[in-house]
């Protein structure tokens, strides 16, 4: 399974301060995913992809020289409201591109993803995010029954206009045809210039994802008994788009039973790095700091959010759990969690779900926040080759 990373913030920042330098970045969760069950496969090295907006307007001065009189002026330059995305298959710490980048570029809305494949081939055009104008997407988990009978079934119930536009081969992509195909449904037109440039609204967004995963429950359901029978068709649809103005994202399981793959969020006022300090005694004496980072809170605001696979920090109380099969949006710096009342809804809230199948897709279903630890970090980053126990 994937991982991804999500900030919204009041002011751009600089991507290196999420993706290369924290101790437990996107990057380094490339290699060192502490909340990855999966040891046949423990790495996400099929390919990253980085998606981000602009901060504003950017201006130029055009110089003029007519009849020896010397003009100039500063114009805006119009970059449009689509993200800036940048995909590879090489992995994402193998990539000194990357670096650069994230180095010297910053942005109040970001999108990054680490890929470990479960259906489509190594490609550029199936690494995450997918975009269509200034929409983006991004998806961690599987649709189950896909290669039952599902595929089909969504395929042949997008538009044309959808269906044209995929041009990789994974279900996740496949899901972002079928958000646009459901966002149509509402009378909602994707392509639309101006809710390109505004946006659509938070509301409108979480609807259009709502009805993405009512309607692959449905695909699901359609399958006769027997085919059911024959392979799993449980989902983990950890889904996230934007339009460049809010943020939706679900932490989903399409079971009452079973634990949804992790997700967390974090928000506060400043993202600042850690001064170096010392842990341990003796031989065991580690130098930490570089690459440490915590999520400080002057006041109530979020100035800055964070939504992310597996936290970026080690300090627990940063972070907190998106509820299983729910959906969180980011409106306006604001927070706002709503349960997904469908058939896999469990209304009791003492029930305890069994984490067997996020454990055998590769994930964890806990909170996992004590596998993540300065001290296993400094072991990991001193070469250290020592297993990991995951709470």
Known sequence: MCRFLIYSGHQPILLSHLITNPTHSILTQSYDSRLRLDHRRPHNGDGFGVGYYTAGPTRQRRSHIDDDHHTSKEEDIDLGPEPCIFTSTIPAW???????????????LVFAHV???????????????????????????????WKLGVKRRLVSDVGDRWFEAVGGSTDSEWAFALFLDSLERLGVDA???????????????????LKTIERINGFIAALPVETREQGDVRCLLNFAVTDGKSVVCTRYVSSRTDEAASLFFSSGTSWKMQPCSETGTGAAKTQLGTGEYKMERRDRGADIVLIA????TFERDNWVTVPTNSVLTIHN??????????????HAPSFSRSRGFAIAQGQTAEDGKAAITRENSAGALNGAAKEVAVA
């Not at 696979?309 to 970026?312: A, D, H, I, V």
């Open 94 to 108: 193998n990539c000194r591109n990357l670096e650069r980048l994230a180095s010297k570029t910053v942005s109040p």
């Open 115 to 145: 890929r470990a494949s479960t259906e489509g081939a190594l490609a550029d055009s199936n690494c995450h995010p997918f975009s269509r104008g200034a929409l983006m997407w991004m998806h961690n988990g599987g649709i189950g029954g």
């Open 191 to 209: 392509d639309d210039e101006l809710r390109q440039r505004d946006g659509f609204g938070h509301v409108v967004l979480r609807k259009a994802m």
């Open 309 to 312: 696979s597996e936290p970026l």
């Open 333 to 346: 710096q604001t927070v706002l969690i709503h349960p997904i009342l469908d058939q896999y809804y469990n």
